[in-house]
């Protein structure tokens, strides 16, 4: 059983005039400046349906929506439609009542964009018309249809660039990695005015004091166990001019600043 077409809505406007056409005497074709547009004989609403791939402009009452003429379009464009060689906003259409009888009368809108839509519902109708044909066709025959050929031709070849993924070691740009220590302890500067604190280095490790690198004396008989590391003298004059009037200190690292002027006490 075939599926029933149903009718669907193309096109909708508001307003519309009918005008009585003079039979045209040759085929230089219709002018609208040759009808009496000042006194049309009627006016309504048009609307443009379509079932299956005829498409249907009816003229139907703007209040009632009674029809008042029906034009059948099988073919876009065609004689069942036909533009005016004068205006674009008149079309001269083919009506028919159902009885085998037909007529022609000129139809035209007071808005350009009203016949500019008119005009391209049914032509977007016809193309789906189009479409829907050629899809027909190539199910019935699908061989008969283009192909995509992706083989290779004789004597082709192809070539394929494939950038290694490896660095090469001391290339340019290579961040080299910092070295550590052996013992794995980064020693930072202490602040200045503290004490330096009397750290054992690891094996291997120098200790710096006053700019310059101090070996460790390792005694014989303790086999290198024990370290005696030489004391740095103690400051003779420290002057902390960065921080303001400073007291100076003199003698032993073990005497106290007294506080002066700009020191905040905590």
């Given at each position: 059983m075939e599926e029933a077409e149903y009718e669907s809505v193309l096109c909708v406007k508001p307003d519309v005039h009918v005008y009585r056409i003079p039979p045209r005497a040759t085929n230089r074709g219709y002018r609208a400046a040759e009808w009496q547009?000042?006194?049309?004989?009627?006016?309504?609403r048009l609307?443009?349906?379509?079932?299956?791939q005829v498409a249907y402009i009816k003229l139907e009452d703007r209040t009632s929506g009674e029809l008042f003429a029906q034009a059948p379009v099988d073919?876009?464009?065609?004689?069942?439609?036909?533009s005016v060689t004068d205006s674009s906003r008149y079309f001269v259409i083919r009506i028919e009542d159902g009885n085998g009888r037909r007529a022609f009368i000129g139809i035209g809108f007071g808005d350009r964009g009203d016949a500019f839509d008119f005009n391209v519902a049914l032509q977007d109708h016809f193309k789906w018309v189009k479409q829907q044909c050629e899809f027909a066709k190539q199910a019935q025959n699908p061989d008969q249809g283009p192909k995509l050929d992706l083989s290779f031709k004789e004597g082709q070849t192809i070539k394929l660039n494939?950038?290694?993924m490896k660095k090469k070691e001391g290339a340019a740009g290579t961040p080299r990695a910092r070295p550590t220590s052996t013992g794995g302890l980064s020693l930072l500067p202490p602040p200045p005015g503290a004490r330096t604190a009397a750290l054992a280095p690891l094996p291997g490790e120098h200790l710096s004091v006053g700019g310059s690198v101090v070996q460790p004396a390792v005694s014989p008989s303790s086999g290198g166990a024990t370290v005696s590391w030489p004391q740095p003298k103690p400051a003779?004059?420290?002057?902390a001019d960065v921080w303001g009037d400073f007291t100076k200190s003199t003698g032993s690292t073990s005497s106290q600043t007294q506080p002066?002027?700009?020191?905040?006490q905590f």
């Open positions: 547009l000042d006194q049309p004989s009627w006016s309504g609307r443009i349906t379509a079932k299956g073919q876009f464009p065609g004689t069942a439609v036909e494939i950038a290694s003779t004059t420290a002057t002066g002027a700009g020191w905040v």
